[in-house]
C-alpha cells in the first residue's frame, strides 16, 4: 500500500526557517498536503500542492515537490512560537489520503 | 468551501459502554466519507470508508463488529464505538470529499473526537 514517511521531530529557533520533509510512494498521487495539529485539536489545513506543481508559494509558506524523488517539503519563513505544532503531510490518491507519521515542530524562544 | 461537521468534539464513557460520533457534510453531498484514528505518537490511521446507501469497507485490522459505520444519507455518516475499552481511546477524524471544484482538491475533515474510556 501507499506509505508516507517524515521525520518525527524538528527543533527551530524562533525567527529561524523550518523546513520539514516528507517522502511518498504512491506514484498515482494528484494532491498533496500539508496540515497542522495543535495539542488537542483537529486538523488545520495549512497549504496544498497539485502533484503537476514544482512550488507553491503561500505567504511564510513555500511547499516544494520533487515528483521524481517523490519528495515533498514544507519550509516556514520567520518560525514563529505559535508554529509549534505537529505537521503532517498528506498524499491524495483517488481513492483516500494517506497522512505521514507527522513531525512535531519545536520553536525555541 | 466544503464544511465537514463532527459532534461531539469530547467525549467520556464508561467502559463497556457504546458511543457514537456523527459526520456532517453540511454544504455538499458525500457519497464517500472516511474516518481515521489517531494512536498516540503516531499518524493517522484510515479505519474504514463509509459509503452511502451500502456497507463499509473496514481496513484490514480494524473490527467491523466494535467499530459500527452507518452513511444512511449523503450528508451523514456515524461511527459507533460498541462496548468500548480503555484502549479504545483516542482521537478520531472524519472526512469526506467534496465535489472537485471546492475545497482545495476535494477533501475536507471534521473537527475531531477525543474519546476517552474510563
Known amino acids: 500500500g501507499e506509505d508516507v514517511e517524515q521525520s518525527l521531530f524538528l527543533s527551530v529557533r524562533e525567527g529561524d526557517s523550518s523546513v520539514i520533509n516528507c517522502t511518498y510512494t504512491?506514484?498515482?498521487?494528484?494532491?498533496l498536503y500539508w496540515y497542522k495539529q495543535e495539542p488537542g485539536a483537529g486538523l488545520q489545513l495549512l497549504t496544498y500542492i497539485f502533484s503537476n506543481m514544482d512550488m507553491k508559494q503561500d505567504q511564510r509558506l513555500t511547499v516544494l515537490l520533487n515528483k521524481k524523488d517523490k519528495h515533498l517539503s514544507l519550509r516556514i519563513a520567520d518560525t514563529q512560537t505559535g508554529d509549534s505544532a505537529i505537521y503532517f503531510c498528506a498524499d491524495a490518491g483517488y481513492q483516500k489520503v494517506t497522512f505521514g507519521t507527522g513531525t512535531k515542530l519545536q520553536v525555541i524562544p | 468551501g466544503a464544511v465537514v461537521s463532527q459532534h461531539p468534539s469530547r467525549v467520556i464513557c464508561k467502559s463497556g459502554t457504546s458511543v457514537k460520533i456523527e459526520c456532517r457534510s453540511l454544504d455538499f453531498q458525500a457519497t464517500t466519507m472516511f474516518w481515521y484514528r489517531q494512536f498516540p505518537k503516531k499518524s493517522l490511521m484510515l479505519m474504514a470508508t463509509s459509503n452511502e446507501g451500502s456497507k463499509a469497507t473496514y481496513e484490514q485490522g480494524v473490527e467491523k463488529d466494535k467499530f459500527l459505520i452507518n452513511h444512511a444519507s449523503l450528508t451523514l455518516s456515524t461511527l459507533t464505538v460498541t462496548s468500548a475499552h480503555p484502549e479504545d481511546s483516542s482521537f478520531y477524524i472524519c472526512?469526506?470529499?467534496?465535489?472537485?471544484?471546492?475545497?482545495?482538491?476535494?477533501?475536507?475533515f471534521g473537527s475531531g473526537t477525543r474519546l476517552t474510556v474510563v
Open positions: 472526512s469526506a470529499r467534496a465535489p472537485s471544484d471546492r475545497n482545495l482538491g476535494g477533501y475536507t
Open positions: 504512491d506514484s498515482s498521487s494528484t494532491y
